[in-house]
C-alpha cells in the first residue's frame, strides 16, 4: 500500500495563477483532510470531507476550494494564488469507527508551495 | 470552536534527561488528545494518543497525561536520545467523528543534545 500521495511535492507559482493539488489514498478511508502547515503556528485545517461528493470548510478556508468526486482522491485548488498562501500544505486521511487506532491520520508527505 | 495552546515553542535537554511539553484546550466536549511527531522534511505521525476516560497512558519512553478539569495534557519523554529530535504537536478533538477534525497546538521544536 501507497498509504497516502500527495502531489506535486513542490511548486512555485506567480501570485493570481491557479493550481491543483492532488491528494490519493488507497486505504479505503473514509475523512479526508487538507492543513496547512506555517512556521509556529501549527497545522491549520483549510477544508475537510466524510465522504464521497461531500466537503465541510475548516478553519482557514478563505481562497481554497476542494473536490471530493472519488472515494480515494481530495482535491485542494488555488484559484488565483497570494503570497500568503505560501506554505506547506498536508493532505491527511482516517476511517470512522469505534476500534481503537481509527481516530490515527495517515498524513501524506506534503507539498512545498511558493507564492511569488 | 476549539483552540489548544501548547508550550513550550522550542525545547533543549541533554542526552538522558527528560523532557515534557505541555497543552491546554479549550472544548470541554474534546474527549480525544493525540501526539503527532514530526521529523525535518517528513510528515507527521502518531505516537501516542489518550481518550477522556483515562488519566495517564504510557507507551515505554513516553507518557501522556491528561487533567479534563483543568483542560490540559502533557507529553512526557524520559531518557531522551537524539533521535527524539522533532517538532511535537499535541491536538484535541472528539473521538470517531470526522466532522470535527482534530484542531493542533503550535509544535514544540525539541532538540536533544548528544
Known amino acids: ?116 | 470552536g476549539e483552540n489548544v495552546e501548547q508550550h513550550p515553542s522550542t525545547l533543549s535537554v541533554q542526552e538522558g534527561d527528560s523532557a515534557v511539553i505541555k497543552c491546554t484546550y479549550s472544548d470541554s466536549a474534546s474527549n480525544y488528545f493525540p501526539w503527532y511527531k514530526q521529523e525535518l522534511g517528513k510528515r507527521p505521525q502518531l505516537i501516542i494518543d489518550i481518550r477522556s476516560n483515562v488519566g495517564e497512558k504510557k507507551d515505554q519512553r513516553i507518557a501522556v497525561t491528561l487533567n479534563k478539569t483543568a483542560k490540559h495534557f502533557s507529553l512526557h519523554i524520559t531518557e531522551t536520545q537524539p533521535e527524539d529530535s522533532a517538532v511535537y504537536f499535541c491536538a484535541a478533538g472528539l473521538k470517531d467523528t470526522g466532522r470535527r477534525a482534530l484542531t493542533f497546538g503550535s509544535g514544540t521544536r525539541l532538540q536533544v543534545q548528544p
Open chain 1, 1 to 116: 500500500n501507497a498509504g497516502v500521495t500527495q502531489t506535486p511535492k513542490f511548486r512555485v507559482l506567480k501570485t493570481g495563477q491557479s493550481m491543483t493539488l492532488l491528494c490519493a489514498q488507497d486505504m479505503n478511508h473514509e475523512y479526508m483532510y487538507w492543513y496547512r502547515q506555517d512556521p509556529g503556528m501549527g497545522l491549520r485545517l483549510i477544508h475537510y470531507s466524510v465522504g464521497e461528493g461531500t466537503t465541510a470548510k475548516g478553519e482557514v478556508p478563505d481562497g481554497y476550494n476542494v473536490s471530493r468526486l472519488k472515494k480515494q482522491n481530495f482535491l485542494l485548488g488555488l484559484e488565483s494564488a497570494a503570497p500568503s498562501q505560501t506554505s506547506v500544505y498536508f493532505c491527511a486521511s482516517r476511517t470512522p469507527g469505534q476500534v481503537p487506532s481509527s481516530e490515527k491520520l495517515f498524513f501524506g508527505s506534503g507539498t512545498q508551495l511558493s507564492v511569488l
